[in-house]
Antibody, heavy 121, light 108 residues
Framework: QVQLVQSGAEVKKPGASVKVSCKAS????????INWVRQAPGQGLEWMGW????????NYAQKFQGRVTMTTDTSSSTAYMELRSLRSDDTAVYYC??????????????WGQGTLVTVSS | EIVLTQSPGTLSLSPGERATLSCRAS???????LAWYQQKPGQAPRLLIS???SRATGIPDRFSGSGSGTDFTLTISRLEPEDFAVYYC?????????FGQGTKVEVK
């Protein structure tokens, strides 16, 4: 069955970086893309960006341009999202989600369990 | 960017009742590239509908989506106890992808 298993919770200080991983199984990783979506406590969903595992193309939300990097490692079927220069308002649950639009962003059909990132001094 | 406005913010209904959720876009959503998700507390979202009206695998037929252009609707024909949750719409026709703010369906 399709599974996306994310890395564990992180606590970071303002200004630091965090790298969240998302290990995929149960499907051909290179035939899909991965979205990253975050959710601040008690808030709605916010799209951060997308990476095509198929060709490595990325599409980042302008809000995160220059601060986020999304990568994949096809040898381990793992996607990564690194967010730099963390601020307190980056405290959120970060989700990876499978997307079958390998050339353009589509919908998220399977989601990881989420990774809580807490930014606090 | 396309702003999605969901209404109502909260819908208070009883099991067995019909739920109608609205998602209105600030500009036309190309090719009806609109999805609906359900999220329960402490869980990741679950895909219900893509392409405005196509049910995802395993989604019961009491869930249906409709609409085009700027106005979209998610209908739950008869609420089951497990349907009480928050529902989000998402447009993926124009970058950046955007989500609505959510509609909470709660037990009356």
């Amino acid at each position: 069955q399709v599974q996306l298993v994310q890395s564990g919770a992180e606590v970071k200080k303002p200004g630091a970086s965090v790298k969240v991983s998302c290990k995929a199984s149960g499907f051909t990783f290179t035939s899909y893309a991965i979205n990253w979506v975050r959710q601040a406590p008690g808030q709605g969903l916010e799209w951060m960006g997308w990476i095509s595992v198929y060709n490595g193309n990325t599409n980042y939300a302008q809000k995160f341009q220059g601060r986020v990097t999304m990568t994949t490692d096809t040898s381990s079927s793992t996607a990564y999202m690194e967010l730099r220069s963390l601020r307190s308002d980056d405290t959120a649950v970060y989700y990876c989600a499978r997307d079958n639009g390998v050339h353009v962003v589509r919908w998220c059909d399977y989601w990881g369990q989420g990774t809580l990132v807490t930014v606090s001094s | 960017e396309i702003v999605l406005t969901q209404s109502p913010g909260t819908l208070s209904l009883s099991p067995g009742e019909r739920a109608t959720l609205s998602c209105r876009a600030s500009q036309s959503v190309s090719s009806s590239y609109l999805a609906w998700y359900q999220q329960k507390p402490g869980q990741a979202p679950r895909l219900l509908i893509s392409g405005a009206s196509s049910r995802a695998t395993g989604i019961p037929d009491r869930f249906s989506g409709s609409g085009s252009g700027t106005d979209f609707t998610l209908t739950i024909s008869r609420l089951e106890p497990e349907d009480f949750a928050v529902y989000y719409c998402q447009q993926y026709g124009t970058s950046p992808v955007t989500f609505g703010q959510g509609t909470k369906v709660e037990v009356k």
